[in-house]
């Protein structure tokens, strides 16, 4: 994903590294912020099915905005780098939002370790994952082709929780949907941006 800078006109002070998968989110809240504050550039989404590219993607666009003398700041969680990419920060010397994943950073922690207390079995739905549910998780885990793949892979699970950054009521009614194809039960958080929204108000 190429670079995008919000409220073009001002040059930004602040690079943000992030995952694509955050990009809508992440641009929504950019634009809430004073002219040219920050400048977003986003590696791929699909990267979270290949980490071992992660880190080295980070390092390059690392590299390339300290040639640009900007301060920088990450939006990754841990994305099964197995720490690999808070090694490479504090290396680095850059702050990154807290949380291991984003459905910590979207709900916050006390909220999801109560959520996480309440059960266990939870597969977690943001407005991204709904939006690319049949490609990210029908198609994407196989269960297209081989639906019986879902007893196994969604056994230990009870719920689908949707943690909404949105009130949108299509995308409401297909995470309903989905929930019912991979046949667990349906619930519903509004979230909002959560933790993105105060992370990045220390840059304005």
């Known amino acids: 994903m190429n670079k995008q800078q919000a409220k073009a006109g001002k040059p930004a ?10 990009a809508r989110e992440l641009l929504v809240l950019i634009n809430q912020l004073p002219e040219g504050a920050v400048e977003l550039t986003c590696l791929p989404a699909s990267w979270h099915n290949h980490p071992e590219k992660i880190v080295p993607g ?18 990754y969680g841990d994305c099964g780098t197995g720490g690999e990419i808070d090694a490479l920060l504090e290396a680095e010397n850059i702050a990154r939002i807290a949380g291991p994943h984003c459905y910590e950073m979207f709900l916050g922690k006390p909220d999801f370790d109560a959520e996480m207390d309440q059960a266990l079995g939870t597969f977690f739905l943001t407005d991204y ?4 549910f049949e490609r990210i998780v029908m198609k994407g885990m196989g269960l297209r082709q081989y639906p019986q ?16 950054q ?3 009521k299509t995308l409401q009614e297909k995470a309903q949907k989905a929930a019912c194809e991979l046949g667990l039960d349906y619930e519903y958080r509004y979230t909002g941006y959560g933790e993105f929204s105060r992370f990045l108000k220390q840059f304005a």
């Open 13 to 22: 002070h602040l690079h943000l590294i992030a995952c694509g998968a955050l």
């Open 166 to 168: 949105t009130r949108s």
């Open 58 to 75: 980070l390092k390059k666009k690392i590299a390339a905005a300290r040639r640009d003398g900007m301060e920088i700041a990450v939006a």
């Open 129 to 132: 994952m709904v939006r690319h």
């Open 149 to 164: 793949l879902r007893d196994m892979y969604f056994a230990h699970y009870t719920r689908v929780l949707y943690i909404a």
